[in-house]
């Protein structure tokens, strides 16, 4: 444990822009190769309807009738990060949790907001398991599959989280490389209390530069968070994007895209595991892996200098600088960088 207060501001895109040298990105958990051609194709007709203020009927509907629900209880946002702000303005909860190791912005946009945030650490003697929380919480923040640990929750321990007069928030930003979205709480809409559920296009479509995420949960509530929003609030070529990816022939491919990640993940683990003193815990099951290795902080810029930038992990509550996540590459690319990785630790 680290007893600094991690920068919860810090994000992977730092790692990869510093001093520009051109690294191989390990630290930003998007997919490359993407967008594909299809959807940039898609983005770009849209080019021609920007005299014209973005109307959100048809993206909306389409989340909507992916997810199986009616449209009044989605709310589209400029990425899943405004929609922790918007939580963080509208909520007025009186006991906040926020479990941890994860994406840090939650935490921050509810600290700008005023409200004091008390967290929960899961501990990676168990694999970053799941437990309980304060029975107090009235509001419960945490991710599945859970940024920066890739440990995907049981749908159940999640779901056992929700009360009456709670609200549970589960950011499901990363649920879409998971074969099957197994685990996922999007179409759940019987719990007790109010369960949010938050999902970003970011990641399997290579879109963090247009901007486009939603919510999912009670129509009151997405009504509040709505009229908390600017007008307008998501551009033409976004929402475009929204309804294009939620066609059948796109869920057919970014299930594709999991499968395939899937192999690519096992192929990362099976040559870290080489490694005596790189050590995983749990069971990865997204798009990174989260790795303890003495001198994580070191060897992380003794990488740099052999080409790969991968994320600090000691900016994540709960971790220290012996951490480091890893984005899951192709094959190839995962040889390269365990090959650097091997140089830069038969150096010490």
């Known amino acids: ?36 051609l299809w959807l940039r194709e898609r983005l770009a007709a849209t080019l021609g309807e920007l005299a014209a203020y973005p109307d959100q009927t048809a993206a909306r509907a389409a989340v909507a009738a ?12 400029s990425g899943a990060a405004e929609a922790f702000v918007l939580l963080a303005r509208v909520l007025t909860s009186c006991h906040i949790v926020v479990v941890h190791p994860q994406f840090t912005e939650p935490e921050a946009a509810l600290r700008d907001a005023g409200h004091a945030v008390h967290r929960v650490l899961l501990s990676p003697a168990d694999g970053f398991r799941l437990g309980a929380v304060p029975e107090e919480a009235d509001l419960v923040v945490l991710g599945n599959p859970t940024n920066p640990t890739s440990v995907l ?12 007069g709670r609200t549970l928030v589960v950011d499901e930003a990363f649920m879409d490389t998971v074969p099957g979205e197994r685990e996922s709480l999007a179409t759940v809409r019987d719990l007790p209390g109010q369960v949010v559920v938050l999902r970003s296009l970011t990641k399997t479509w290579g879109l963090a530069g247009l901007r486009i995420g939603y ?12 009229a908390a929003q600017p007008l307008w609030p998501v551009s033409t070529p976004a929402l475009a994007a929204a309804e294009a990816c939620s066609t059948p022939a796109a869920l057919a491919e970014a299930e594709e895209a999991a499968a395939e990640l899937g192999l ?14 790189v050590r995983v815990y749990g069971e990865p099951a997204a798009s990174f892996v989260l790795v303890r290795l003495p001198g994580a902080a070191a060897v992380r810029e003794r990488l740099r200098a052999h080409g790969f930038a ?13 951490w480091l996540r890893i984005a899951v590459r192709d094959e190839a690319t995962t040889d390269r960088f365990l090959d650097a990785l091997a140089a830069v630790l038969s150096s010490d």
């Open 1 to 36: 444990m680290t007893t600094a207060e991690p920068d919860l501001r810090h994000h992977g895109d730092a790692e990869v822009r510093a001093d520009g040298l051109g690294l191989v990105d390990l630290a930003v958990n998007v997919r490359t190769g993407t967008p594909p």
């Open 66 to 77: 992916r997810h199986g629900r009616p449209t009044d209880e989605v709310l589209l946002t």
């Open 153 to 164: 929750h049981p749908a159940d321990a999640v779901a056992a989280l929700a009360r009456p």
């Open 215 to 226: 919510v999912l949960g009670p129509a009151p509530l997405i009504a509040a968070l709505s």
């Open 264 to 277: 690519w993940r096992a192929h990362l683990l099976k040559g870290l595991a080489a490694f005596p003193s």
């Open 310 to 322: 991968v994320r600090r992990g000691d900016t994540f509550p709960g971790l220290g600088e012996e």
